[in-house]
Antibody
Framework: EVQLVESGGGLVQPGGSLRLSCAAS????????MNWVRQAPGKGLEWVSY????????YYAESVKGRFTISRDNAKNSLSLQMNSLRDADTAVYYC?????????????WGQGTMVTVSS | SSELTQDPAVSVALGQTVRITCQGD??????ASWYQQKPGQAPVLVIY???NRPSGIPDRFSGSSSGNTASLTITGAQAEDEADYYC???????????FGGGTKLTVL
């Protein structure tokens, strides 16, 4: 079964750090681009970051640029998001999403999400 | 522009047809994809590449585009189609992805 499972969420104080992980199974992880997408409570979806198959190309939303770092380990079928200098506005469910269907891309497989709460 | 605009809410009578739209300048250049999200669940891809359905998605879901507007049409809406729907595409640079604000579909 094709699956993505996120972990690492939790409660953190403003200014703190957290590292999210996404474990992939059921497909050749190294063949796919990957993304992080988040959703604040009661709000819409927000794209956060993208990483290419070989990690050679990385993009971030302006809202997290300079604070978040996306990475992947193809040998371990794992995607990560290191989040530093966290703010209240970063409170959200964080999803990892597989990116398929050619150059234009689409998020065809999603994890169940992990909740990050930034609060003092 | 990097924005995609959706109507916040749309309703449809059971069995009727509904169109959900997504507007943005980048849609003149890049394809849209569409996602269905039910409460407490992760989003599900229902349309990619503007008009294509992934396997397992009912054929009552279809996509189209004209100019700066992408559309998701549900022909013969079912009760289980009640959900939030989000469009997604790229910004003007082509590097960043952007979601529309979402449309809450109510099936009456």
């Amino acid at each position: 079964e094709v699956q993505l499972v996120e972990s690492g969420g939790g409660l953190v104080q403003p200014g703190g750090s957290l590292r999210l992980s996404c474990a992939a199974s059921g497909f050749t992880f190294s063949s796919y681009r990957m993304n992080w997408v988040r959703q604040a409570p009661g709000k819409g979806l927000e794209w956060v970051s993208y990483i290419s198959r070989s990690s050679s190309t990385i993009y971030y939303a302006e809202s997290v640029k300079g604070r978040f770092t996306i990475s992947r380990d193809n040998a371990k079928n794992s995607l990560s998001l290191q989040m530093n200098s966290l703010r209240d506005a970063d409170t959200a469910v964080y999803y990892c999403a597989r990116d398929d269907y050619g150059d234009n891309g689409a998020f065809d497989i999603w994890g169940q999400g992990t909740m990050v709460t930034v609060s003092s | 522009s990097s924005e995609l605009t959706q109507d916040p809410a749309v309703s449809v009578a059971l069995g009727q047809t509904v169109r959900i739209t997504c507007q943005g300048d980048s849609l003149r250049t890049y394809y849209a994809s569409w996602y269905q999200q039910k409460p407490g669940q992760a989003p599900v891809l229902v349309i990619y590449g503007e008009t294509n359905r992934p396997s397992g998605i009912p054929d009552r879901f279809s996509g189209s585009s004209s100019g700066n507007t992408a559309s998701l049409t549900i022909t013969g809406a079912q009760a289980e189609d009640e959900a939030d729907y989000y469009c997604n595409s790229r910004d003007s640079s082509g590097n960043h992805r952007v979601f529309g604000g979402g449309t809450k579909l109510t099936v009456l």
